[in-house]
């Protein structure tokens, strides 16, 4: 069996809404201490919904695949779908990733969290910060990522 899906490929090869919004309601950055890799995600919002959103990543394939589908499952949804979006469910939209690059598609997670964070701030909305409690990137990550 191939290490990536299709759909994997697909988005490294072809990734959608790359790039940056200049007027951006609310902007997220997230990165991996141990692989050194960084997503930023730029958020328009309007109506409380996702109107646009773009991203940057400096990365590693899966990052950039899991960038590019977590950008796709949120455009058009509600804040509080966006802000519900798991890193597992990108790995599932995209048809798995192997357990070592299970990492890249947290980034994902936490930059779109980081960007809604972003935009409730500037926009003086109130929140739950226990909504925000960072990832932990455990050791047995760290491990995995030294070994591969
Ligand atoms: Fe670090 Fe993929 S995000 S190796």
């Known amino acids: 069996m191939a290490l990536y899906s299709d759909k994997v490929m697909d988005h490294f090869r072809n990734p959608r809404n790359v790039g940056i919004i200049e007027d951006a309601d609310g902007v997220g950055e997230a990165g991996n201490p141990v692989c050194g890799d960084i997503m930023k995600i730029y958020l328009k919002i309007a109506d409380d919904t996702v109107a646009d959103v773009k991203f940057e990543t400096f ?9 590019s589908m977590a950008t ?3 455009k058009g949804k509600p804040v509080s779908e966006a802000m519900s979006l798991t890193n597992k469910a990108v790995a ?4 798995g990733l192997p357990a070592y690059k299970m990492h890249c598609s947290v980034l994902a997670e936490e930059a779109i969290k980081a960007a809604v964070r972003d935009y409730y701030d500037r926009h003086g909305i109130s929140y739950d910060p226990a909504l925000f409690r960072e990832h932990i990137h455990c050791a047995h990550e760290a491990d995995e990522k030294s070994s591969s």
């Open 59 to 67: 990365g590693c394939g899966s990052a950039i695949a899991s960038s």
């Open 72 to 74: 796709e499952l949120i």
């Open 92 to 95: 599932e939209a995209l048809d």
